[in-house]
């Protein structure tokens, strides 16, 4: 089972973009679609997006203007990009391996707080 | 989007009851849930995948069933350690969506 070790801004005005990145660690980096969910106390746990080994990309069709995911395989890292955020993108980020569609592995989580 | 319906939103339980928690799914998802146990300040640790298949190194007192819309997740002899909030996913469609979660505490 891979680990995951996540990094980025924890706090942001509005209208800045959120930058997240995650480190895999074990395991086969390109066995796992590598995915980012968000828990904020209104919402619940919200799926963000995925990547999959070969570059194709799902999104939440709430967030996908906004979003971008995308993969380092050189360092075995993934991020996200949302832009234009607002006080409503406040939450826990957790970043997140899935293999067949369920999530195996998560990230320790950072809270991102939007704030002017 | 499949909405995933839990109930109860808690449960108040005591040591060695068995406990049920249901997920309903707005349109048939085959067996395509997971369950999950998140405990305060962690992330989610999977708990049951392709609704009735346990993780590796999950306790058996766990388990899942169902098929369709409804499945269920049952704790035979709730644990000291099994407080916790417990949520569905469904991994059949994107977006892949979650239940809004059910809290388990001590009565």
Redesign the interface.
């Known amino acids: 089972q891979v680990q995951l070790q996540q990094w980025g801004a924890g706090l942001l005005k509005p209208s800045e973009t959120l930058s997240l990145t995650c480190a895999v660690y074990g395991g086969s980096f390109s066995a796992y679609s590598w995915?980012w969910i968000r828990q904020s106390p209104g919402k619940?746990?919200?799926?963000i997006?995925?990547i999959h080994h070969g570059g194709s990309s799902?999104?939440?069709?709430?967030l996908q203007s906004r979003v971008t995911i995308s993969l380092d395989t050189s360092k075995n890292q993934f991020s996200l990009n949302l832009r234009s955020v607002t006080a409503a993108d406040t939450a826990v980020y957790?970043c997140a391996g899935?293999l067949?569609?369920?999530?195996?592995s998560?990230?320790?989580?950072i809270l991102v707080t939007v704030s002017s | 989007?499949i909405q995933m319906t839990q109930s109860p939103s808690s449960v108040s339980a005591s040591v060695g009851d068995r406990v049920t928690i249901t997920c309903r799914a707005s349109q048939g998802i085959s067996s395509?849930l997971?369950w999950?146990q998140q405990k305060p300040g962690?992330?989610?640790?999977?708990l049951i995948?392709?609704a009735s298949t346990l993780?590796s190194g999950v306790p058996s007192r766990f388990s899942g069933s169902g098929f369709g819309t409804d499945f269920t997740l049952t704790i035979s002899s709730l644990q000291p350690e099994d407080f916790a909030t417990y949520?569905c996913?469904q991994?059949?469609s994107?977006?892949?969506?979650?239940?809004?979660?059910t809290k388990v505490d001590i009565k």
């Open positions: 995915s619940g746990l919200e799926w997006g995925e799902n999104y939440n069709p709430s957790f899935s067949a569609g369920t999530t195996h998560w990230g320790q989580g | 989007d395509w997971a999950y962690k992330a989610p640790t999977l995948y392709a993780q949520f996913q991994t059949n994107f977006p892949r969506t979650f239940g809004q979660g």
